[in-house]
């Protein structure tokens, strides 16, 4: 039987930067990955191969921001392995509905000129309110780049401008209440605190719901770094699509030693005495694994549907099912071969600044609330579509066939549909009729905003929340893989007991979206993972030489 020191289950970004790190570290990795493709929620197909050969397409994740807030890149050299990004700047644009703009580029005084055109105290506080962001991105990205319960590891981040951070946002009594009641409150009342125009309200709650729920819900302003992010580290996108990201760590995966395997669908975990042992995949084939099975799906399905019952203590393992929490919404995914770039009439410019970056159909916060909240309850929201758009060829062309475009549309939608329960896709009320219909609707909405957008349509491809869980696996389609509510972050995710990327199975560890910090394009639950894992493996000795290294970095001696 095959034997690696690790198997990785799933080869999404996160398994595979994990495995890039204990690889470095000498180790033997296995990647079991079940579709035909790695990457996950990573990836870039041509996925319309015959009526629209050329054209490639993200079918998930295209916008990278929180990847820069950590070392990844520079550690793994990825650039060597072919992995090249391209910024976004201008990075958001919002046409509204009276014929006016947003458009929000990488440098703050350029945004605030545009936003002074419509009113000069929001260009002035959007400044104050995206300064403030950036230094709690500062003081709080030590925590994302360190296992949530490592105290040292998290200390071991702090250098002098995080700490300069630390002490703008909580330096004080009444700096850390604000602070705390920031994290607390909802986007849309933040919102309604600093600035006065939709024009700059319904953008930013349509970035902050991006975090997966209404602007109007307690607990998730944290989706509001979306926006400062934008503005530093930046946001950009790898050439040739976020596939290319993929494709680097599979390079440098396969190149340090490492087996990818696709096509193969685990079906057990196998534990013996409390101790994972290997992995049974369909068909029935084993592998066995000597030092650790990771996890690179989250520890519903893990638990639920790959470990035997009896392995897991009763009360932890009804918590997993019951107490975590996933909500009803993800996504109806839309993309386009397109034989020109949309044009919008709200910007009456000849270039194509406002194309490069992400396109925001949000009228007003209002609109932005329909658009989660019913999908939530249920409802489809297409009455009046909200959506999230980009055109990816306009910054890089390799995308498309020479002149011809890629147009990327996520329509926030329900899993289940509400009084459909055991009809369509899965019980989920979903078929392909419905998310045609749903398809038009959303690209009727866009016509109102760019009216060529039908005639320049050469194909589209619509995936409906239920075919998007099926082909990521995730639970009610999930992109995060769990919620992002402040209930399930940092040293809670996906459950206190099981937060620090280890099981109570012995050799069972957690990575990937569902563990901290979170969903999106980043990495850092893969490279956390991966030193918990190398800790496990190493002598007292080089633990306490790594604790020594720390203070003395604390102690800024080394
Ligand atoms: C439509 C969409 C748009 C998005 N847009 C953005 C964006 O613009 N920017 C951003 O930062 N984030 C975005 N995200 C979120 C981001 O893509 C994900 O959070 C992230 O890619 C998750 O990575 P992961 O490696 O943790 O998990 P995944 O990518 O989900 O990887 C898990 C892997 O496990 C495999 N797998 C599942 N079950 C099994 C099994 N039993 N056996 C073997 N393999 C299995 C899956 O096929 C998959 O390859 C988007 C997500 C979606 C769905």
């Known amino acids: 039987m095959e034997a690696y020191d690790a198997i990785v289950i799933g080869a999404g970004h996160n398994g595979l930067v994990c495995a890039a790190y204990l690889l470095n570290a000498g180790h033997s990795v ?22 629209a050969p050329g054209f490639k397409f993200n079918l998930c994740a295209i916008d990278h921001e929180f990847i820069f807030l950590g070392p990844i890149i520079q550690e793994l050299q990825l650039h060597k392995y072919g992995l090249k990004y391209l910024t976004c700047d201008p990075h958001t644009f919002c046409p509204h509905p009276d014929g006016r703009y947003f458009l929000a580029h990488q440098s703050l005084e350029q945004t605030r000129t545009e936003i002074a055109r419509y009113s000069a105290r929001d260009a002035d506080k959007y400044v104050e309110f995206v300064n403030y962001w950036s230094k709690l991105m500062s003081a709080i990205a030590p925590f994302f780049n360190a296992p949530p319960q ?3 590891g998290i200390a071991g981040g702090y250098k002098g401008k995080n700490l300069a951070d630390v002490l703008a946002i909580a330096g004080s009594k009444d700096k ?24 700059v309200k319904a953008p930013l709650a349509r970035l902050a719901a991006e975090i997966g729920a209404p602007p109007s819900q307690k607990g998730i302003t944290a989706g509001l770094m979306m926006l400062a992010m934008r503005h530093h580290p930046g946001m950009a996108r790898p050439q040739g699509g976020t596939g290319a990201l993929t494709q680097a760590l599979v390079k440098l995966v396969t190149a340090k030693g490492g087996k990818i395997l696709t096509e193969q669908m685990v079906k057990e975990v196998i534990v013996e005495d409390r101790r994972a042992v290997g992995v049974r995949v369909a068909g029935g084939k084993e592998y066995l694994a000597k030092q650790g099975i990771i996890s690179n799906i989250d520890v519903r399905r893990l638990f639920l549907q790959l470990v035997a019952p ?11 099912d019951r107490r975590i929490t996933n909500n009803n919404e993800t996504i109806l995914k839309i993309d386009c071969a397109l034989s020109e770039p949309p044009r919008f009439t709200a910007y009456e410019r000849e ?9 925001l159909i949000a009228d007003s916060v209002a ?16 009455a009046n579509p909200s959506m999230y758009l980009d055109i990816p060829s306009v910054l890089d062309p390799t995308l498309a066939p020479e002149g011809k475009h890629t147009l990327w549309i996520e329509f926030f939608a329900p899993y289940q549909i509400a009084g459909k329960a055991g009809t369509g896709l899965h019980g989920t009320g979903w078929t392909d009729q419905l998310k045609n219909q749903v398809a038009d609707k959303v690209i009727d909405k866009l016509a109102d905003y760019a009216p060529n957008i039908k005639d320049s349509m050469i194909a589209r491809r619509v995936e409906s929340p239920a075919e998007l869980g099926e082909r ?6 999930n992109y995060y893989h769990l919620d992002m509510g402040l209930d399930q972050m940092i040293f809670l995710r996906p459950l206190p007991e099981i937060a620090n990327y280890t099981t109570p199975i012995k050799n069972l560890y957690l990575t990937g979206a569902g563990t901290h910090p979170g969903g999106s394009i980043s990495g850092m639950p893969g490279r956390n993972c991966a030193r918990v894992f190398l800790n496990r493996q190493q002598p007292l000795a080089k633990i306490q030489q790594s604790v020594s290294s720390t203070w003395r970095s604390l102690l800024g001696l080394n």
Not at 31 to 49: D, F, H, I, N, Y
Not at 472 to 477: A, T
Request: proline letters at 5%.
């Open 30 to 51: 296995l990647l079991l990955e079940k579709r035909s493709v790695p990457g996950g929620a990573a990836t870039t197909e041509e996925a319309l191969p015959e009526e």
């Open 150 to 152: 490592s105290i040292l």
């Open 176 to 199: 850390a209440l604000n602070f705390i009641r920031t994290m607390i409150t909802a986007p849309e009342d933040l919102l309604n605190e600093y600035f006065d125009t939709e024009l």
């Open 310 to 320: 009896d392995a897991v203590e009763p009360n932890l393992r009804e918590k997993v």
């Open 351 to 359: 270039d194509q600044e406002h194309l490069i970056g992400t396109v």
């Open 367 to 382: 609109h932005v609330e329909q658009a989660h909240s019913l999908a939530t309850m249920g409802e489809i929201p297409d």
């Open 472 to 477: 990521l696996g995730s639970y009610k389609g």
